[in-house]
Structures are given as C-alpha cells and as structure tokens.
C-alpha cells in the first residue's frame, strides 16, 4: 500500500500483495477522509509480467454496502465519488484472477485520489498462484488414479503442476495445477477417481506428507515380523537388530533348522507381534 498525503485528503487501508487462484478473488477494504464532499478518483490498472499477453483482471470498486461504484469494463477510468464530511468513507476494492491466468500473472492498481484540499494514492496488487486441491479415489486405489491423472497431464495443456499420493493416506490424492476447473474436467473419466473435495488445501497443511519417514520407525528389536518382500518372502522372523542410518534391521528366521541372521531393509517387513 502507499499512502501519500498532500494538504487536506487522507486514504488509509489494506493494501499489502495478496496471492489469488484462477477463477478466485482478492479483496482490499480503504478509506478516504478530508474536509472536501467529494473526491475524483482516477484508477491505473496494469498486468504483467508480460502486458502484452497477459490476460484481463476484472477489477471493481464497491461501497462499504456492496453497490459497485466502478469496474475497469467501464470505458471512464475516473469516478467521482461523495465524501461525508470529516468523516472516513470506507471503500471495497476487489479483483477476480481470470481462469486462464498464468503462474506468477500479476495485476497492479493505482489510485489517485484527489478533492479540493490535495491528493492522495493507494496501490495494490495481486499475484496468480496455484492451487492445491485434495481429490477423493476408491480406497486402496490412490496409485491407480495418480498414474491415470498423470498420464492425461501430460497430454494438451499443462494445467497440473504435481500430482502427490503419500504413503499411508488412503482414498485421497493432492493435485497442483492453476485452473481449478480444467483440474476437475481431468478427473472426470477417471472411474476410480471420486470428486475434489471443497476449498483449497495449503502447503503448510500437508508438509508433514513431505518429510520422509524412517523406514524402521517403530520397530523395536524382539519385534515379530513377516518379510513382504526378497528371497525370504512370507517367513516370519524376529528382531535382532536395528540400524537407524540405514534403515535396516537384522533378523532371524523363526522355523529355520539353524539360526540364521538376515539383514533387510525396513520396508521389507510388516510387524505382526510387538515385542512385550
């Protein structure tokens, strides 16, 4: 926000950089106070970072009950507006981030505001980002949905960014991408696919998703274990050992005629007993 005052006229408000999806709106509440009745407003509004090809923002200014007062649809770029005495008008300002925006697409607005005892400016601004949405599958079947939405991703246009099934969370799958209908007309032949659920998710929700887990968190040596995987598959073995840095424990085969040590990874068993 910049609030520059000249003589009698003051507008003050929000105004700090807000973030917006496709299709979504940004809104900025401000006011304007000065001695004069009414002040002339004058907007600026510019796109980048390519003006050229950068699609159009809907840009509006309404009144504090909601009646619009002005919209860059509108051929005037000057609005006359009523000032109630010494008394702060408060003003709407609110921008719609087109559907075909890009990442990183911004809009950037300036207001001069000017009546009888000076001038003032406001400025705002708003930036095109992504979505994160959370999509519901048939349980079980996360991969299968994740790999179909994959490959329809990578045909036409690129409206996903990623595609995230984390382990151990079944029947939901995280999509990125910036046009959040093009996300659901993906989604929408895939037969394991359910529906998105409502709103947005943001990163700082699923971060955890994000961290990696050991693979012998808790397993505890003395632990019963069946091996899932490798040479040894389906036999039941006990804990001997742990090695946190390599994620891998040492086990022994429970209906081995001698006592053999195997060593594998911890993925490559499923507990079945703790140790008690």
């Known amino acids: 926000m910049s609030d520059l005052e000249i003589g009698g006229t003051r507008a003050a408000g929000q105004g700090d950089v807000k973030d917006v999806r496709a299709g979504t709106a940004a809104v900025w509440t401000f006011n304007i106070a000065s001695g004069a009745s009414t002040a002339v407003m004058k907007f600026n509004v510019s796109t980048g970072p390519d003006e050229d090809n950068a699609p159009e923002w809907n840009v509006t200014l309404f009144d504090s009950a909601g009646n619009e007062l002005w919209s860059n649809y509108r051929s005037k770029s000057e609005l006359e507006a009523e000032i109630p005495g010494n008394k702060p008008k408060e003003f709407k300002l609110e921008v719609i981030c087109p559907k075909g925006a890009r990442y990183g697409d911004e809009v950037n607005i300036d207001i001069l505001i000017t009546t009888k005892e000076g001038t003032s400016t406001q400025t705002f601004n708003a930036v095109a980002r992504q979505s994160i949405m959370v999509l519901k599958t048939q349980m079980d079947q996360e991969k299968s949905v994740a790999d179909s939405l994959m490959s329809k991703?990578?045909?036409?246009?690129k409206d996903i960014y990623a595609i995230f099934s984390p382990p151990g969370l079944r029947g939901y799958v995280f999509v990125e991408g910036m046009n959040t209908d093009r996300l659901r007309e993906k989604t929408r032949d895939i037969k394991k696919a359910r529906s998105f659920v409502d709103g947005e998710t943001d990163i700082d929700e699923i971060s955890h998703y994000l961290i990696p887990v050991s693979a012998v968190i808790g397993i505890v040596e003395g632990d019963l274990v069946e091996l899932v995987n490798g040479p040894f598959k389906g036999e039941i073995a006990r804990v001997q050992n742990i090695d946190q840095g390599k994620e891998e424990i040492t086990?022994?085969?429970?209906?081995?005629?001698?006592?053999?040590?195997?060593?594998?990874?911890?993925?490559?068993?499923?507990?079945i007993e703790k140790e008690k």
């Open 153 to 157: 991703a990578q045909m036409g246009e």
């Open 251 to 271: 086990v022994e085969l429970i209906e081995a005629m001698v006592p053999i040590p195997v060593t594998v990874k911890g993925d490559s068993v499923r507990v």
